[in-house]
């Protein structure tokens, strides 16, 4: 029984690929990142001038605005890489 759990250890399995996530995990911290501390600068210069939800409204939508464009764009880059190697596969002959 040991050499047969030796050998199914032995090749991890294709999810356990670490390269496989390409990211997500980075870029949702970074937007989660990115929407708290905008939250908190809003918060202090609502704060410091009086208009309680006018700041932390306006820096919050900036923040997910450009927290969606900037995961549009890197997915877009990131297909277009995908399709131009495939398209290069495809010319080479390849087969998947």
């Known amino acids: 029984m040991k050499p047969l759990l ?13 390269t ?6 980075g870029r949702g911290m970074d937007l989660a990142l990115a929407l708290l501390v905008f ?3 809003g918060s202090a210069i ?3 001038l009086g208009t309680k939800p006018l700041f932390i409204i306006v820096l919050a939508t900036l923040a997910l ?6 995961i549009k764009y890197s ?6 890489r995908h399709e131009q190697a495939r398209a290069a596969e495809n010319r080479s002959g390849g087969t998947r």
């Open 6 to 18: 030796s050998k199914l250890r032995a090749t991890p399995p294709p999810y356990a690929d670490p």
């Open 75 to 80: 997915y877009d880059e990131s297909m277009r």
């Open 20 to 25: 496989a996530n390409s990211g997500l995990l």
């Open 46 to 48: 609502d704060n410091w």
């Open 39 to 41: 939250l908190l600068l």
């Open 65 to 70: 605005i450009g927290g969606g464009a900037r």
